[in-house]
């Protein structure tokens, strides 16, 4: 979107303009400027009163639809971009951004043709290659995806987000062997992280292995976000006899949530206007022993912050499946579960410091309605649920669903979160492939948080995706009393789900095939009273697991940290024996 708005505000800047269309460039000009003070109400008036005046005022439509796009309101934005596709059908600035926001719309069909379109026109535009490949991806065509975003990065080898892109791919997709994916995330930090940490200056914290120590977390989703049902308990569990905690807040969008958690910091540091560096001199003032990294290479992440080494100790944890492939991140939490000592040790660059349970510790919605009768019991049959995101659940994770209905035909799956579009189209292609037909499926769009919770309700059995398990969706499942059935793999991603039915007792849930995944959903519906039974206790065996004992976890999470700041005082000693 950046690069058209540009090419049109270059394209008419010595423009002769008269009668009407002059007085609508005027107000095109006032719009851009409004919008660049961040007044995008008043931008938006100047928009139609353009437009009013010229209905083919290009660089009105295209703000129009640039503001429609920061409201997440990609429809909206398609309404403006059709004058100007009509007007300049083979600009690939429009091409890219049309297909962007049809992606978004969730019209695929439309957003391949139209990046395939600008990928011909201008084939060197990393911004397409991108583009097409978040289509690619959101098609369940991985392979492809990956192959947009390697051609993104070498049009645009300095590109860093669009490389933690990348990774993020990498991470939930299973298409590369792990030391393999490890090598990429290692290629990052070289690239980008590990020359600033070479500059970073010496620590100057009080070498004492026993003292009260600083703790910092760093996320940009202290906000209602699912890491917020995770970092609740231990924010609220801390001993603050033996720490002090300090939240860096990246949050761009503050609401009660964040409120909330900010009364449970004892320091609260909104860092999201500052630069990495700014932000960093902050840190190191506040004098943090051990820096907490929430985020990864996840949306708004602050490595490069982490990359300038403003605490001694820095460990990274909770919202992402991999590392961060930075010499100066020191560790990363898991448990054994989710990487298996030995195993799973080298495919991270930091070292691994593993939970004695589980590597989380969940906060059940407090809206939550009270668990209902096993529906089956009265339907007749039994519902399979899905409740992950729709991009995990990829086509070889559909096929398995297909093959399990195939061999129970009396039951139905609900699709909680399903797309329109193509994306549905091709879903229920692989389910008639199976002869499964559409009346056996239950497509629910998105919803509020409420009516989202009382979907579980609808379901016996929920089912997890591979090689992207689940994390909050599974929690969810077992507090509502919906058993989970999950498959493990060999990443981490693909072993969330190992981990949390584990903890909560159910390690027979999960299977290590597909011909296991399905064995173990047909054992489930084939005893219903086991099955009432097993969800009316659900909820209490939840409540009596790890998973939810906030202060045994955050005392594991204290010792922890405790191990890490010795073992760097250790070695400080050991550099400054004078110390």
């Known amino acids: 979107m950046k690069g058209l708005l540009h090419a049109l505000r270059r394209r008419t800047a010595d423009k002769p303009v008269v009668n009407g269309a002059g007085a609508a460039e005027r107000h095109a000009d006032a719009a851009m400027e409004c919008y660049r003070r961040g007044d995008k109400a008043a931008a938006a008036a100047s928009c139609r009163e353009a437009l009013a005046l010229d209905r083919g005022q290009v660089r009105a439509w295209s703000l129009l639809a640039r503001i429609a796009m920061d409201d997440k309101q990609p429809q909206r934005a398609l309404e403006c971009y059709a004058p100007i596709l009509a007007l300049q059908p083979e600009q690939p600035d429009c091409l890219i951004d049309a297909a962007e926001a049809n992606l978004h719309a969730g019209h695929l069909g439309q957003a391949l043709e139209l990046s395939e379109r600008a990928v011909s026109l201008r084939p060197q535009d990393a911004r397409a290659w991108k583009v097409r490949g978040g289509v690619m991806e959101a098609l369940g065509r991985l392979d492809e995806a990956l192959d947009c975003l390697r051609h993104e990065l070498e049009l645009r080898p300095g590109d860093r987000v669009g490389h933690s892109n990348l990774l993020f791919l990498l991470s ?5 062997p792990p030391q393999d994916v490890a090598a990429e995330y290692r290629r990052w930090g070289e690239l980008y992280a590990d020359p600033l940490s070479a500059a970073a200056a010496a620590h100057v914290n009080r070498i004492d292995p026993e003292r009260p120590l600083r703790i910092g977390y760093v996320s940009a989703d202290f906000r209602r976000h699912s890491m917020a049902y995770f970092a609740e308990p231990f924010l609220a569990h801390h001993d603050r006899r033996k720490l002090r905690v300090y939240c860096y807040s990246s949050c761009r969008r503050a609401d009660d949530v964040t409120q909330h958690l900010r009364e449970l910091a004892d320091e609260w540091r909104d860092i999201a206007a500052l630069s990495d560096d700014a932000a960093a001199g902050l840190i190191r003032d506040d004098g943090i022993d051990l820096l907490v990294d929430l985020s990864a290479h996840t949306a708004g992440n602050r490595l490069l912050l982490f990359a300038r080494k403003p605490a001694p100790v820095q460990i990274t944890w909770l919202a992402f499946w991999g590392g961060t492939g930075m010499a100066a991140m020191d560790y990363r939490i898991s448990d054994r579960y989710a990487d298996p000592e030995g195993e799973a040790d080298s495919h991270y660059r930091e070292q691994l410091l593993r939970l004695p349970h589980s590597k989380w510790c969940y906060l059940p919605p407090a809206a939550a309605p009270a668990c209902s009768a096993l529906p089956a019991q009265s339907r007749g049959y039994v519902t399979f649920g899905s409740f ?21 035909p009396d039951a139905r799956l609900r699709v909680v979160g399903a797309p329109g579009g193509e994306s549905l189209d091709w879903m229920l292609e692989i389910f008639e492939a199976a002869g499964v037909y559409p009346d056996r499926l239950e497509l629910v769009g998105r919803l509020g948080m409420d009516a989202y919770l009382q979907q579980y309700l609808q379901v016996d059995i929920a089912l997890d995706p591979f090689p992207c398990n689940g994390g909050t969706t599974t929690c969810e499942s077992l507090w509502m009393g919906v058993p989970v059935v999950s498959r493990s793999g060999r990443s981490a991603a693909s072993r969330s789900g190992i981990s949390l039915l584990t903890n909560a007792g159910l390690a027979q849930h999960v299977a290590s095939s597909w011909e296991g995944y399905i064995d173990v959903a047909l054992g489930l519906a084939a005893d ?52």
């Open 388 to 408: 992950c995101n729709y991009l995990r659940i990829g086509r070889e994770t559909m096929r398995a669903w297909a093959q399990l209905l195939r061999r129970l």
């Open 528 to 579: 219903l009273p086991a099955l009432a039974q097993l969800r009316a206790g659900l909820r209490e065996r939840l409540r009596a697991s790890p998973l939810l004992d906030a202060a045994g976890f955050t005392r594991d999470l204290e010792a922890l940290y405790r191990d890490a700041w010795r073992n760097w005082c250790a070695q400080a000693m050991a550099r400054s024996p004078s110390c």
């Open 172 to 176: 939930h997709s299973d298409l590369l």
